[in-house]
């Protein structure tokens, strides 16, 4: 069996080095048999250029006002040569620009530059994965980006570079620690698992495992595990479209109920050999402080603590304030930690060019970004990419080959200092003493800088090549093959020498730890497709059959050297006295399915689109591993219909499409339906341990997403209004759940199908508008708004399950349960709580009633790009609307030996006081510390969290022509999370983990050179 | 034209090649359809797994599986000799320890039912339990073990299950004891009162010592024999306040003079070679020593982490040579603090000198004295606790009355078997003297503390387990 998948491997790999050999040697010949002249003997000759402004354009139409007969097309190079009379006017049109007239008025060189039409949208083609459609004839529901809005934002990943840009779509950043990376949610949360919601990424058609590659023994500076999503680099990606609704979707089956993202990169064009390149650079910040206690408040906090506890006698540990350390002294912590600049270099550059029927581009690209803490860190990554196409003569076989590879080099500190930024004393001791050492201060102050001492460091090189094969056996049925191949390998050290501890411990090097973890993994698809395009009378009628064969296999090894005799030894682990298995995983994961899809458009008015998918995954038991998945989507173009465009004159578009269909969600991790025993990597006696794995459910298969939609696109004033209004129902059923069971169990969690449904709706809203619009000045307003509620529809016997804690019906799946705060004893001064079942205890069981709603009830972005002459300015404000843990949540008790929020001194000191906190304590009353720990579990910890922030801006400036001659120079300033307008009370308030470094405020400048 | 029949040539080239590629392609969707595909998909197992079933068929990887608990035990949960384990937070609960840095909720008796500290001594209890519980389900279904390994096997899981079983009652009060790895009955148990547990750990112990060899599987005693499981039983008899048959547990395993003896030297007591070890843990790493070395020590004032707590220093008498060889002194110039040093091998030796030592022949020495006590027999009860006085350098006890003997062997107890897994706040708590002796010290103690919290995400995932203990 293994042989077998081997063996198949091995092929799909050989015929991707084979393209790319074939292509060597293939003719690389101009081809001119499109530059045509019209001879006409009483008239001149006319020649010139056409350009968008950088780039030669090739097949723009260029005829002469009122002989419709006379017609050329500019050939590859965009020249172009006409014959005309002095008083002719020229029109050049091609698609997606403005049409531009000229009067040729006697010249023999006519240069131009043709503008984007930026109302002319419904003309582009969408990628749609399988298929491409034209805009005006898509069915299903697609947002895209394209390279224009990802090259004025000064971020690396690519998930960044579509945040607040698209409706539907909600992207949060994890951490401002570099290569911490982002959540994404498209069409909020279906799956009842936190790791099930992920969308299915395909790169040129290579599907790209977004499982987390990093290990919690050596990801410790981010909130989340290193994710392979870093790999991908924004400036080689030419468009990002976004699949949302089951017309899009059900063609990738059991992958796409959380959504598709769709990442083409850049390809070869024909023309003449160009290069360019970008460099920029700028520096980042922290957005903002939190405002917290100085010295005199502080300590006059610790010291009313000791007196209401009761205790006179400072403890042995309370060094703040029994007089080891100096009551004078204030350090700004935030400022000392992580109110440092970080700094960003980015080098791109790319060569391309070729004939009508061989195209190329080579780039490369360079970044490197510093962190905010002390201490010398960056990620460093550098890429390559590769494209290349060619079509034989006449233009039935086609191949294209790309290949992308990007490396890695992350290093961090080993943790995040932003809490300790926030919690440490205000007098605590220098970090440093006279001689430049780490400063323990006689053992009393566990230093954080220690830890520099340690590092964290990830090495990672990730190779995604793919290759498409088509032939066009007879007019409109095409066979086509796509092969891909990814190769990710992944090194993550975090090292622990024996100097990140106290000296106190007495600890040598002997002591010092590595963690490594090698995370490798390969993968390979093949995609054989045949389509089918016909005209059928007054229709068209295009069909699509294809099957896809995958396989990818990974593997995990975690291991720990310890033992060395020198500090200065560890980056060798050959030097390890001891080395142990930590944990070790291999999987195998196979995935086969075939697909198809029926479009019927009549008259271009009526469009029905049916596609569907039967898919088998290994990652279900005997019995569950095969389902299908379908969807019907159909359009009507109103706007077509003669009625209207001869009684609705302001209405230049109009569509109204609906879809509906299932799709499914595999994301539970191989092997879950085996009880099995897993090498533990724990050592006794010399034997490595063999652990049970998990608790084993055999019966588990695919989790269903059932997806509506309905949308009505329209377009007034020749599309310069352009609006979409969305509305959605998603529901998901049979949930695939790790079933939260009681430690008893002996373990947390079971994976077992639920028998829950989760529903999403939403209205999503997406306006354009071209404001002004004319050859020297234009601006254009982008606005996407989408409002999501996420319900528990159904829960049979959720009073009888784990979840009866935790989720309510008809309440979103992302709510906490809280204690409802009362306000505060008058008398004693402690936190009081709504005794909700009237037993006269608090319990979390009985009385966390108050159902907080966590997901944004609304978010969306607006975006405006002016251009006046050669300057251009976009600016993106995004919003969000919605709740989250305040700085209650975060901080220790009031009274205890941890900084605070200056707000805190508000607090209670005698009977009757009506303040916002509760009497200082230092810890040893049980029940003021437990009073503190439910106000931080109850309402009173979740505020409203809504922000607007400026997210991005860009200035262009495009040096004239006639200053550079041949070569283009552009200039431009960027800046990222520039402003915050938001009520909340912590540091940002964009976060998922608390705790962590925020968003950074990002500027950078950069200058590009084309020629 | 010359180049143009080339380029028809290669086109004719290509495209002879791309139709034998998709001829392949297709020819093996075509036989995919044909055959079903269903075994595409199938996939064997990894090599880092290795089904049930097959784990208990063969003694090598059913040994891997027992051997993983120790591990497991060794370092998370209860008996961890690390910062998180019974042996330093009990101490810094009670009177032994004093705190200068590090976690607080232990040291202020302040602890917090959704607290992860309490979270994570349950969890991984339980989840070594199921392990126990599945050695225990695996052996006796395997058809190719042999007899005495199955036994051994069947034994040693059924003491690691009585043993941690028994610490979650000692710290948690009633709780649910859980024989099986059926997770439908696991997640609903009700919790059991402590006489119910008793009852069981007994049971269990009982059927550990039938099938459990009297010699020790492996040279270094770091897998259990029956005489351990005697000793457990003297202790849980103890506790029981079953004097007769905690007596005659404790004689069972003192009676074993080939086996266990005295050290005259108390440098060896905690040397791996110990004569006085009963059952001691290994370190994972050749070479490595115990994590209670790493806890407790440290080489400058103030101490970073704890020290032993002045009440416990000062109930040393002058001549006590525990004193002078189990703590060590670190002074800064003015102060000095003490850390316990039983345990003295804080790095990697190369070759291991020191295990932890789970259960040693001391302990059974002074249950024996303390039954015997109540049993009446003073004689008897003054003869064990001498024994142990006497290695100590101390004279014979001056006590008289089974009172005062009782209470020279809790004193006893606390200077001889101090920061080893909590005895001494079990000690306070099995004789009802908790608050009498906590409250004066500790600004923090409540009489309910006696109990640690069930963690509130217990509660919440079944509410069998309600109610919550007092005070929390």
Known sequence: ?1011 | MKNNNKVSGDARYCSALILRIMGFVWGAVGFCLMTGCESFIEVGLPASQLTATAVFEDKATANAAMVDIYSKIRDNGLLTGSLSGLSSQLGLYADELTLYGGEVNFYNNALLPSGSEVGELWNSSYNSIYAANAVIAGVEKSTSLATADRDQLKGEALFVRALLHFYLMNCFGAIPYVRTTDYEQNRVVHRMPENEVLALIKGDLEQAIAVLPEEYVSAERVRPNKWTAEALLARVNLYAEAWDEASNAASAVLNQTGLYVLEADLDKVFLKESTTTIWQLMPSIPGDNTKEAETFSFVSGPPPLSALSNTLMEAFSPDDQRKEHWTTAVTDGTDIWYHASKYKAVANTGSSVEYSIVFRLAEQYLIRAEARAHQGDLIGAKEDLNIIRHTAGLADTDATTAAAIIDAVIAERRLELFTEFGHRFFDLKRTGRLDAVLSPLKAGWNSTDRNFPIPESELLLNPNLEPQNDGY
């Not at chain 1, 095409?478 to 501890?501: A, C, I, W």
């Not at chain 1, 086969?592 to 009526?606: D, H, I, P, S």
């Not at chain 1, 016997?797 to 804690?805: F, K, V």
């Not at chain 1, 607007?948 to 400036?957: D, H, V």
């Open chain 1, 1 to 1011: 069996m293994n042989n077998f998948s081997l063996s198949r491997g091995g092929r799909a790999f050989c015929f991707l080095f084979f393209m790319g050999a074939m292509l060597s040697f293939s003719p690389v010949q101009a081809n001119n048999s499109s530059r045509q002249s019209l001879v006409n003997t009483q008239q001149h000759q006319v020649q010139g250029t056409v350009t968008d402004g950088s780039n030669p354009l090739a097949g723009v139409s260029i005829s002469i006002q009122g002989k419709s007969n006379v017609v050329t097309a500019t050939d590859y190079s965009g020249r172009y040569t006409l014959s005309v009379a002095p008083q002719d006017v020229l029109v050049f049109a091609y698609v997606g620009y403005r049409t531009q007239t000229v009067y040729v008025q006697g010249r023999t060189t006519i240069n131009i530059s043709l503008q984007e039409n930026t109302t002319q949208l419904q003309e582009v083609k969408i990628n749609a994965g399988y298929y491409s459609v034209k805009n005006s004839e898509r069915t299903g529901s697609i947002s895209k980006i394209t390279a224009k809005d990802i090259e004025k934002q000064p971020v690396t990943n690519v998930l960044a570079t579509m945040q607040g840009r698209m409706a539907g779509v909600n992207i949060t950043q994890n951490s401002g620690v570099p290569g911490s990376g982002f959540e994404i949610q498209i069409r909020g949360q279906n799956s009842l698992r936190a790791d099930g919601n992920q969308p299915l990424y395909i790169i040129d058609g290579v599907p790209y495992a977004s499982d987390a590659i990093g290990s919690f023994y050596t990801s410790s500076t981010t909130p989340r595990q290193t994710s392979p999503i870093n790999s991908i680099n924004p400036g080689d990606i030419e468009s990002l479209e976004v699949l949302k609704d089951a017309d899009a979707t059900a063609i990738y089956g059991s992958r796409g109920a959380n959504g598709v993202v769709l990442i083409t990169t850049k390809r070869g064009k024909e023309g003449t050999t160009r290069f360019s390149a970008t460099v920029s650079s700028g520096f980042g910040q922290v957005t903002r402080f939190m405002d917290l206690m100085h010295t005199p408040e502080y300590l006059q906090m610790r010291r009313e603590a000791y007196a209401n506890d009761g205790i006179t006698d400072y403890p042995a540990d309370a060094y703040d304030v029994n007089g080891r350390w100096d009551p004078n002294r204030e350090t700004d912590w935030q400022k000392a930690l992580i109110g440092g600049t970080s700094s960003y270099t980015t080098v791109q550059s790319s060569l391309s060019g070729g004939s009508a029927q061989t195209q190329f581009l080579l780039s490369g690209n360079y970044s490197k970004e510093t962190t905010v803490f002390p201490g010398d860190f960056e990620y460093v990554k550098g890429n390559m990419h590769v494209n290349l196409n060619h079509a034989s003569e006449n233009k039935k076989f086609r191949i294209n080959f790309t290949g992308g590879y990007t490396a890695q080099d992350n290093f961090l500190p080993p943790t995040d200092f932003t809490r300790e930024a926030l919690t440490i004393a205000p007098n605590a001791p220098a970090l440093y003493d006279a001689n430049g050492n780490v400063n323990w201060e006689d053992n009393t102050f566990n230093n954080p800088l220690g830890s520099l001492a340690g590092k964290f460091r990830s090495l990672t090189d990730d190779l995604i090549a793919n290759s498409v094969l088509s032939y066009e056996w007879v007019e409109g049925l095409v066979l086509k093959s796509s092969f891909g191949y990814s190769d990710l390998r992944h090194d993550e050290t975090n090292t622990q020498p024996s100097t990140m501890y106290n000296p106190a411990y007495g600890l040598g090097s002997e002591a010092s730890l590595i963690f490594e973890n090698k995370t490798n993994r390969q993968s390979w698809i093949v995609e054989p497709q045949i389509s089918w395009n016909r005209k059928m009378g007054s229709g068209k009628m295009e069909t699509l059959v294809g099957s896809t064969f995958q396989e990818q296999t990974s593997d995990q090894l975690v291991t720990m050297g310890s033992g060395f005799s020198s500090n200065s030894q560890m980056d060798n682990p050959g030097s390890a006295a001891h080395y142990a298995i930590q944990s070790s995983n291999q999987t195998v994961y196979k995935y086969q399915a075939f697909f198809g899809r029926v479009n019927f458009n009549w008259l271009e008015r009526y469009i029905v689109n049916v596609t569907g998918r039967r898919d088998g995954s290994s990652r279900f038991g005997p019995g569950k591993q095969f389902a299908t998945f379908g969807a019907l989507g159909a359009a009507w173009l109103f706007g077509n219909e003669a009625f209207m465009k001869n009684h609705v004159g302001f209405l230049s578009f109009g569509k109204l499409r609906g879809s509906y269909g299932t799709t499914g969600n595999d994301q539970i991790g191989d092997y879950q339906y085996l009880d099995t025993y897993t090498s533990s990597g724990n050592n006794y006696q010399g034997i490595s341990g063999l652990s049970p794995s998990r608790l084993f459910n055999p019966n588990f298969g695919w989790e269903t997403n059932t997806k509506l939609e309905l949308a009505l696109e329209t377009g007034f004033l020749e599309d310069r209004i352009f609006t979409t209004l969305g509305w959605y129902r998603n529901r998901s059923s049979s949930q695939l759940v790790g079933i939260p069971l009681p430690g008893t169990t002996g373990f947390t969690s079971l994976q077992a199908n639920l028998d829950a449904t989760v529903q999403n709706t939403g209205i999503e809203i997406s306006i354009r508008t071209v404001n002004i619009s004319n050859s020297n000045f234009s601006w254009i307003s982008n606005l996407n708004f989408t409002q999501a509620r996420n319900e528990l529809l159904s829960f049979p016997n959720l009073d009888g399950s784990p979840y009866r804690n935790q989720y309510v019906i008809g309440q979103p799946l992302n709510i906490t349960k809280v204690y409802h705060y009362t306000g505060l004893n008058p008398q004693t001064g402690v936190y009081q709580f709504e005794d909700v079942n009237g037993d006269g205890a608090i319990t979390a069981a009985n009385d966390r009633k108050t159902i907080k709603n966590l997901n944004p009830q609304f978010y969306g972005g607006l975006q405006n790009q002016l251009h006046y002459g050669p300057v251009q300015l976009d600016f993106l404000f995004q919003f969000v609307k919605q709740e989250n843990f305040n700085p209650t949540f975060m901080f220790g008790m009031p009274g205890t030996m941890t900084n605070q929020p200056a707000a805190v001194t508000e607090h209670w000191q005698q009977a009757g006081d009506n303040e916002p906190y509760q009497v200082y304590s230092s810890g040893v009353k049980s029940n003021i510390q437990r009073a503190n720990t439910r106000h931080a579990q109850s309402d009173a910890g979740i505020s409203d969290a809504s922000y607007i922030r400026l997210k991005n801006i860009s200035l262009s400036y495009d040096v004239p022509e006639r200053w550079t001659g041949k070569m283009k120079l552009r200039f431009s300033l960027q800046g990222q999370n520039m402003l915050t307008f938001t009520k909340y009370k912590g540091a940002d308030p964009e976060f998922k983990t608390a705790g962590f470094l925020p968003p950074l405020r990002i500027y950078t400048s950069s200058v590009q050179i084309t020629f």
